[in-house]
């Protein structure tokens, strides 16, 4: 396989646009070698500029579940654009999207479109510090919310439970007001609580980590968390822009049993276009302009073009009743092909899966927190990426992200991935 013409490309690219990505994890910088440039993709397959093809395993990073150029969502893009591509005024598509995922997620009354999950999850606790009037949010180290301020923050230095900045640009004072735990510990949770028991405005966690590998809650965390935050009085979040309309209809809240107060989409409900969303009860959402004072806007929110994919995309998930289940089986097919794979070359590693979302790392301990995952042998992780994808096997290019399976992958293609990883392991 050959990558001259994207080499070349990334060499243009890299002279006018920063990096030459416009968004970090595409530079491969933490695998090595020279992006892949897309020329196209149908389905499960996408087409590299030196006439490559690939099996996808990142789906956009999650939007395109239903396999790419999808005709039912193509056909909706071309109608609505043919009408006008953006007013600055309502249209009667806001409404239907709304409906539709409302009725999908099943436990929210209101929900407000943007064009991000870091613009989603940046006013959900905007929301929160308005509805609960504090000014303190909790975080999880190694879940990531978007490139927000509050949330670009690491832990801090000595017993200090609030965190420092993890990026220049971001200021002290911003990470003084987010606390760090880590995830699936609810101890750690409790003590930031007994610190900062009327503070807390709320405490936002991906209900399934996808940001570190993938990574599920253990029993009792999500529970736990639902619990604190009703005792002392603050809002739990959900930043379900990767798990929500992917896992289930109603998302994690819906398979795993529990209740947020305000829940952040993304990805899958924008049907590869831009779209973020939050939802809550009309408790909470009364207090957004202009029903309440909490102030949020944007020029291109509720696109129409954007709303039509999303829309069409959120239907076709609904209205399948089967497609749940045969996302998780696929899936469940990579992770039983890959295990035995593993186990016969003896190589340690941890395959976390649940639905559609699926990671591997090359380490012996569960991998079940920010610190586990960063156990995982590097260089491993490297020379089985770049194995891969000789093998027409796109995954994503860094051990923290998320496998995402979409519908258009076949069961043919599982054992052809499976076959290509054969190869690749026995190569170790
Ligand atoms: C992708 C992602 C975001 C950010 O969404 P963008 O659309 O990239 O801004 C936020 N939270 C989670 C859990 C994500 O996976």
Not at 152 to 171: D, K, M, N, W
Not at 277 to 305: D, R
Not at 346 to 365: A, K, V, Y
Request: with cysteine; net charge negative; aromatic share 10%.
């Amino acid at each position: 396989m050959r990558y001259q013409r994207s080499s070349i490309l990334f060499k243009e690219a890299q002279k006018v646009i920063a990096g030459g990505v416009n968004s970090p994890v595409r530079a491969f910088k933490s695998v090595g070698g020279t992006p892949i440039f897309v020329e196209k993709a149908k389905g499960a397959l996408l087409y590299d500029k030196d006439g490559n093809t690939f099996l996808d395993y990142i789906s956009s990073w999650g939007p395109m579940i239903l396999g790419h150029a999808y005709d039912p969502v193509l056909k909706a893009i071309k109608n609505r654009a043919e009408k006008g591509t953006s007013f600055g005024i309502p249209t009667a598509l806001e409404t239907e999207i709304a409906s539709l995922a409302l009725e999908m997620v099943g436990n929210k009354d209101k929900i407000r479109f943007v064009n991000s999950g870091t613009e989603a999850c940046m006013s959900a606790i905007r929301l929160a510090r308005g509805f609960t009037n504090r000014e303190k949010i909790i975080k999880f180290r190694g879940c990531y919310h978007g490139h927000s301020d509050a949330f670009l923050i690491q832990a801090g230095s000595g017993a200090v439970t609030f965190g420092s900045p993890s990026s220049p640009g971001v200021t002290k004072g911003t990470a003084e007001d987010t606390l760090l735990a880590d995830y699936n510990n609810l101890e750690e949770v409790i003590k930031i609580f007994d610190e900062y028991p009327e503070e807390i405005a709320a405490v936002i966690v991906e209900p399934v980590a996808g940001n570190m590998g993938c990574i599920t809650p253990k029993n009792g965390f999500l529970e736990g968390l639902r619990n604190i935050c009703d005792k002392f009085d603050s809002l739990l979040i959900f930043d379900e822009v990767m798990t929500g309309f992917r896992l289930a209809k109603g998302g994690a809240q819906e398979i795993l049993g529990v209740t947020a107060d305000i829940v952040t989409y993304g990805k899958v409900l924008g049907g590869g276009l831009p779209v973020g969303a939050f939802a809550a009860k009309n408790e909470i959402m009364k207090e957004l302009a202009p029903e309440g004072e909490v102030y949020q806007a944007g020029t291109l929110s509720g696109n129409p073009i954007a709303m039509a994919a999303g829309l069409a995309t959120i239907q076709a998930l609904d209205s399948d009743q089967e497609i749940y289940l045969r996302l998780e089986k696929k899936t469940e097919n990579l992770e039983l092909g890959f295990t035995e794979v593993l186990n016969k070359k003896g190589l340690p590693h941890q395959i976390n899966r649940i639905g559609s979302m699926f990671s591997l790392h090359f380490t012996e301990e569960p991998v079940i927190d920010f610190r586990t995952a960063e156990l995982g042998n590097n260089k491993l992780f490297k020379t089985y990426f770049h194995g891969m994808l000789r093998e027409g096997i796109y995954l994503p290019p860094s051990a923290f992200e998320s496998y995402f399976l979409n519908d258009a992958l076949t069961f043919s293609n599982i054992n052809k991935t499976i076959e290509a990883f054969r190869k690749v392991i026995s190569g170790f």
